[in-house]
């Protein structure tokens, strides 16, 4: 898929020196529990004068839902090796399974990644394996660097201070978790070609 043709729903594939190095793996969990709040991904506020929420909405595909994953938006500089933060958006279970389709592969949710994608972006199956080799080898280039995080657009927002983002935080080990690998990526993709 070209950018021209940008689908609802896209495959974005976190390169392998980045997994786990997000805005949740830096900031404390209070800050994380507020952005959810703020951005419609939990019914459930800290602060108890706000009401509960009855339902959410996910942002691509509009179905109700009663907890939403808060997903943060990635744009790649390669020149740069930058990873910049361009948004966060509250999304439901599949679509963020279709999104992280590497995870979706691990925790074996693959074919339900995939009749998402069909669903929202109403698509043949034909559309779906070339989008999900483009996104594979997209993916593949981009983990031949070593991008820098840049978190400004939290500040940008007004939403996080600088001094609450503790990159330290990024070396922790339990910070970062074990992720799918590339060659059992690669091995999933081509395997399930007899869509």
Not at 60 to 85: A, P
Not at 91 to 106: D, L, S, T
Not at 169 to 187: A, S
């Amino acid at each position: 898929m070209n950018k021209l043709n940008k689908a609802k729903l896209e495959v974005e594939l976190i390169p392998v020196k980045s997994w786990g190095k997000n805005v949740e793996a830096v900031v404390s969990q209070q800050i994380w529990l507020d952005l959810r709040w703020k951005f419609k991904a939990t019914r459930f506020s800290r602060d108890l004068a706000e009401p509960i929420r009855d339902y959410l909405i996910c942002e691509i595909c509009n179905e109700k839902n009663t907890d939403l994953h808060l997903d943060e938006i990635w744009n790649y500089d390669n020149e740069k090796q930058i990873q910049k933060l361009a948004g966060l958006s509250a999304i439901c279970e599949n679509c963020y399974n279709a999104i992280h389709f590497g995870r979706a592969i691990k925790l074996g949710l693959g074919e339900t990644a995939k009749e998402q994608l069909i669903k929202v972006n109403n698509w043949t199956e034909k559309q779906l394996v070339s989008h999900l080799e483009d996104a594979t080898k997209l993916w593949q280039t981009r983990n031949e660097f070593n991008y820098e995080l840049d978190l400004t657009w939290l500040q940008e927002k007004n939403l996080v201070q600088e001094n609450e983002i503790h990159w330290s935080w990024l070396n922790k080990p339990d910070k970062v978790y074990d992720g799918i690998g590339e060659n059992q990526m690669l091995r999933y993709l081509f395997s399930s070609r007899k869509l």
